[in-house]
């Protein structure tokens, strides 16, 4: 059982500062072990929170940003489609989106700058496990958080899936 998994085509375009580093799965018979964040990895900063949710099958969580958090997103259960938006106004990319499929079948870390609208679909029947660690911990009084709704024009992005 040496890394029989689906390998997913991820997005066309890469939003600036967004990083997904793909990780490296070590399995065998037992299961599988895989690190996630470390210091020196290259994408690691100061971190001041860890969370963890799950989101039912079918269900859109999106979209939010930050003025001044980073977010390293990690799909642990299930498949997530995860779409980012450029917003930066100072930002080659502004105006961009992107789409990485993200969770069993393709282990990856997200790395979410400032600025980047993020959110995301659950796909199949299973549940998403979610652990994101950010750069800020979350204050309820003052939280660096703006919203967006999941049909926002503005952003334009089509949720549904392309039967091909």
């Known amino acids: 059982m040496k890394n029989d998994k689906l390998e997913f085509k991820n997005k066309p375009k890469e939003i600036t500062g967004v990083i997904v580093r793909q990780l490296k799965i070590n399995s065998d018979d037992r299961g ?3 690190e ?9 900063k100061e971190i001041k929170q860890t969370s963890y949710t799950e989101t039912y099958p079918g269900v859109i969580k ?42 069993e079948n393709n282990h ?6 400032p600025g980047v609208a ?9 549940k998403v496990g979610l652990f994101y660690h950010t750069t800020e911990a979350y204050d309820s009084r003052n939280p660096d958080e703006e919203r967006i709704s999941f049909d926002d024009p503005g952003i334009g992005f089509d949720w549904t899936t392309k039967n091909r």
Request: charged share 25%; proline share 1%.
């Open 118 to 126: 993020h959110g995301y679909r659950v796909l199949g029947e299973k």
């Open 32 to 34: 599988f072990f895989t």
């Open 62 to 103: 999106a979209f939010h940003w930050h003025k001044k958090q980073w977010d390293f997103w990690f799909v642990a259960a299930g498949t997530a489609q995860v779409v980012l938006y450029d917003l930066r106004e100072k930002s080659l990319t502004k105006g961009e989106t992107e789409v990485i499929y993200a969770g």
């Open 36 to 44: 996630i964040l470390k210091k020196g990895d290259g994408v690691f």
């Open 108 to 113: 990856v870390v997200i790395v979410i700058p």
